[in-house]
């Protein structure tokens, strides 16, 4: 696992913790934490590329003839975008797309679907698990939600609103774990970048 990884895991428990002891934290800081953690991981990602740059410079050859003055940096920016940048562009942009269309649909049926929060956690839980991750997420999200609903509609007569609230975090985390143990899969390698 890498720096951010970790960093993301560590947000993901924090976030889990003031779901379940002060969710007024959660619900007051919905915006910055969502943003903090993509300015967090901007910053994360310039210093692994930094990294990379330096590891490259002073390893022995060949990876010495990888950076500049031995190739170009077009190359170096290249695999640095394709490596690190990618996966957490790509799933920021299905995060911010996400994160609007469950607050448009929210605020279209008057606040049915979801808290004020849950788009964020939403949001958030997409962006921290990164691609090609997210789809999987997402399909284990639906399914999970199917199995909860199932569950609930067995064992309890009322008919009442269920809320997803308090899985979405967890359900990233069951999402990473199974997700590092399928990394080497053909299917997962061909949805990477």
């Known amino acids: 696992m890498t720096c951010i990884e970790y960093v ?12 379940l002891v002060k969710r007024s934290l959660l619900v007051s800081y919905r915006r910055m934490i969502f943003w903090g953690t993509i300015a967090l991981t901007t910053i994360l990602l310039f210093v692994e590329t930094d990294q990379q740059f330096i590891l490259w410079a002073n390893a022995p050859s060949p990876a010495r003839y990888l950076v500049p003055p031995y190739q170009d940096l077009s190359y170096f920016l290249i695999y640095s975008f394709f490596r690190f940048w990618a996966p957490y562009l790509l ?9 609007l269309a469950t607050q448009y649909g929210n605020r279209r049926y ?3 679907f979801f808290y004020p929060d849950e788009p964020y956690l939403i949001a958030l839980a997409v962006f921290i698990v990164g691609h090609p991750v997210w789809i999987g997420y997402l399909l284990i999200t639906v399914i999970s939600y ?10 309890s007569k009322q008919s009442e609103r269920l809320t997803f609230y308090y899985f979405w975090l967890p359900v990233a ?3 990473i774990g199974i997700i590092s143990f399928v990394r080497t ?9």
């Open 8 to 19: 993301h895991l560590g947000i993901i428990l924090f976030l889990l913790g003031a779901q």
């Open 91 to 99: 799933s920021g942009l299905i995060a911010v797309i996400i994160l």
């Open 110 to 112: 008057h606040e049915r």
């Open 146 to 155: 199917c199995l909860y609903l199932l569950a609930h509609r067995i064992y």
């Open 173 to 175: 985390l069951i999402s």
């Open 185 to 193: 899969t053909s299917v997962f390698l061909w949805l990477k970048f």
